[in-house]
């Protein structure tokens, strides 16, 4: 299983663009990266998945480079409500890989 | 709602008791998971089902853990003689596996588990 890593957390102000960088050098061939947001007493929700390249839809864009052993998620324009934890995951859900979630990112959105 | 919904919410129990959990996931999704999750820490993978074959299940996951889903449907967790430790939020999700595309899961909102 790829392991990632993320900062533990970043700090933000409303209006600005976030990126949240997650490494995962072992990444495999058939592994995507999905990223999820967790804000609390609640249950991680998708945010955006991807193979390679950008990816972008109506809540975030997903960055991947050619060698895919990163990613970044861009929240553009973050709000207060932006504020949550935020985590990488890589796997093949469909090979049946255990999906296991890091220790994300916590991201705080400042007025 | 057609989401996944978890049920309770909230327990409290004392040690040693025994406790049950219950998931009812998105209807026509296959594959069901158990996650436990500790303050301050990311999600626990513990189990998963396809349909109602419990297919992996993590090193973790002691004896006096089990889960169930006998049906391909709803999935109970069930902890025996429970210890402080167990206290966390237990989270299940199920998804569509299958196709071009890779899955996504989708969660309840967990059931709080508080062992005195």
């Known amino acids: 299983l790829a392991k990632t890593t993320q900062p533990i957390s970043m700090d933000s102000y409303e209006g600005q663009e976030v990126n949240i960088t997650c490494s995962h050098n072992n990444i495999a061939t058939n592994d995507y990266i999905t990223w999820y947001q967790q804000f609390p007493s609640q249950g991680p929700r998708f945010i955006i998945q991807g193979y390679k390249t950008k990816v972008t839809n109506e809540v975030a864009s997903l960055f991947i480079p050619a060698d895919r052993k990163s990613s970044t998620l861009s929240l553009p324009r973050v709000s207060l409500s932006d504020t949550a934890v935020y985590y990488c995951l890589v796997g093949v859900g469909n090979a049946g890989n255990m999906l296991t979630f890091g220790g994300g990112t916590r991201l705080m959105v400042k007025p | 709602d057609t989401g996944v919904s978890q049920d309770p919410r909230h327990k409290i129990t004392k040690r040693g008791q025994n406790v049950t959990f219950r998931c009812d996931p998105i209807?026509?999704?296959?594959?069901l998971y158990w996650y436990r999750q500790t303050l301050g820490q990311g999600p626990e993978f513990l189990t998963y089902?396809?349909?109602?074959?419990?297919?992996?299940k993590s090193r973790l996951l002691s004896d006096r853990f089990s889960a169930e889903r006998p049906k391909g449907s709803f999935s109970t967790l069930e902890i025996q003689r429970t210890e402080q430790g167990d206290s966390a939020m237990y989270l299940c999700a199920s998804s569509l596996a299958g196709g071009a595309t890779n899955e996504k899961l989708f969660f309840g909102s967990g059931t709080q588990l508080s062992v005195l």
């Open positions: 209807s026509e999704h296959n594959r």
């Open positions: 089902f396809q349909n109602e074959a419990q297919l992996e």
